[in-house]
């Protein structure tokens, strides 16, 4: 998984090509990474003791292995035996060690690249555009509000397109399902309370549409979305025989209560086997449900949530920044472009993203 660019990292290096302007020579250096493991709650307490023989001393959730140079976990490399951040190791030279190219056109390592390991769902999340989020920093850092305030939006001004790779079977959704199938389920359910918004689905099947609906179904409260969630889940409980209706039930066991539980039903759910790869866009809907794979993404850590979360959901903001248009299946998945050797093969992951690429290699 490597920038177009002198920089490459690997699961624990760093391969940096520095070029000095002086002397036009180029010197390879390899840097074991020290990354940061974040613990976060839904994380898996086995997956890299088993894939990686990680061990797991202070038995936590071990969510995701972060490698790059975000603020929030930053890596660690040793120069000439001093331990150094990452990004300070950067800075030190930023066209020599990233390339001209790369620090003219981002100004720092533009990518994050991360093990995520879910053992209970995450958050169903929308992540801003590069303009939306740096509108939106921009706003914040303007209210003085902390970087840390748990009702921030924006932590960075960049967007965050994401690839995933999955290691092992990777349940996920990612984009909103056809017209025809979101008021399929919802007329299945037959839930009164939502018969007014269900018809104004049906007479008005735009983007505008679809945005009015999943804004009014993620702003009710109280006794409505109380009554809503539970006939949803009655519903569930008798037909669980059907595997949407299973995994419905299952994320009412992580997420009791939540109105992110119509997800499924709104959005495209699937499983990746192990080799399988997709890319998530910004201002397109998604959640990972359980598995483990490698994640890369622009360097950035915007969250606007949509629900299975506890956390702070800023519904107006999520709305302003979700394009509700219908994904087709085909598309959910990225093939990549095959390149053959008499000894390798090349699997290149073509993204409309110019901060990173990513490949994977076989040997025969």
């Known amino acids: 998984m490597f920038l177009d660019s002198p920089i490459k990292i690997s699961f624990w290096y760093i391969h940096c090509q520095i070029i000095k302007?002086?002397?036009?020579?180029?010197?390879?250096?390899?840097?074991?990474?020290?990354?940061?493991?974040?613990?976060?709650?839904?994380?898996?307490?086995?997956?890299?003791t088993e894939?990686?023989?990680?061990?797991?001393p202070d038995n936590k959730p071990q969510a995701e292995?972060?490698?790059?140079?975000?603020?929030?976990?930053?890596s660690k490399i040793a120069v000439e035996g001093n331990e150094t951040l990452l990004s300070n190791f950067i800075g030190t030279d930023m066209a020599a060690i990233l390339g001209a190219d790369t620090a003219a056109t981002f100004g720092e390592l533009p990518y994050l690249f991360k093990v995520l390991c879910a053992e209970k769902a995450l958050?169903?999340?929308?992540?801003?555009?590069?303009?939306?989020?740096?509108?939106?920093?921009?706003?914040?850092?303007?209210?003085?509000?902390?970087?840390?305030?748990?009702?921030?939006?924006?932590?960075?001004?960049?967007h965050k397109p994401e690839l995933v790779f999955a290691l092992t079977p990777y349940t996920a959704m990612n984009g909103f399902r056809d017209f025809s199938e979101i008021l399929g389920f919802f007329h299945q359910l037959n839930i009164s309370e939502l018969s007014a918004l269900v018809a104004e689905l049906e007479a008005n099947q735009t983007e505008q549409g679809l945005s009015a609906f999943f804004g009014a179904l993620l702003s009710l409260e109280g006794e409505v979305k109380e009554a809503c969630v539970n006939k949803l889940l009655a519903f569930?409980?008798?037909?669980?025989?059907?595997?949407?209706?299973?995994?419905?039930?299952?994320?009412?066991?992580?997420?009791?209560?939540?109105?992110?539980?119509?997800?499924?039903?709104?959005l495209n759910t699937l499983t990746l086997n192990p080799g399988d790869a997709m890319f998530l866009d910004a201002c397109t809907p998604h959640a990972y449900i359980k598995g483990t794979g490698l994640e890369i993404m622009a360097n950035s850590d915007n969250v606007l949530r949509?629900?299975?979360?506890?956390?702070?959901?800023?519904?107006?903001?999520l709305i302003s920044c979700t394009r509700c248009v219908p994904m087709p299946k085909?598309?959910?998945?990225?093939?990549?472009?095959?390149?053959?050797?008499?000894?390798?093969?090349?699997?290149?992951?073509?993204?409309?993203?110019?901060?990173?690429?990513?490949?994977?290699?076989?040997?025969?």
């Open 21 to 48: 302007e002086e002397s036009t020579t180029m010197t390879t250096h390899f840097f074991p990474l020290n990354n940061v493991i974040q613990d976060y709650a839904w994380g898996s307490y086995t997956s890299l």
């Open 51 to 56: 894939l990686f023989d990680m061990p797991n």
């Open 65 to 74: 292995i972060w490698m790059g140079a975000h603020p929030n976990g930053c």
């Open 123 to 158: 958050s169903v999340q929308v992540h801003p555009s590069k303009a939306q989020a740096e509108a939106g920093f921009a706003k914040e850092e303007a209210a003085g509000i902390p970087l840390s305030a748990s009702f921030r939006n924006y932590k960075d001004p960049n």
């Open 236 to 266: 569930a409980d008798a037909n669980q025989d059907d595997e949407l209706f299973a995994l419905l039930l299952t994320l009412a066991t992580q997420y009791p209560g939540d109105i992110g539980l119509f997800s499924p039903l709104i």
């Open 306 to 317: 949509a629900g299975l979360t506890p956390k702070h959901m800023d519904v107006p903001e």
């Open 330 to 364: 085909d598309e959910i998945l990225l093939a990549p472009v095959v390149e053959a050797t008499r000894s390798t093969t090349l699997f290149r992951y073509r993204i409309s993203n110019s901060a990173f690429t990513v490949q994977r290699q076989t040997k025969h």
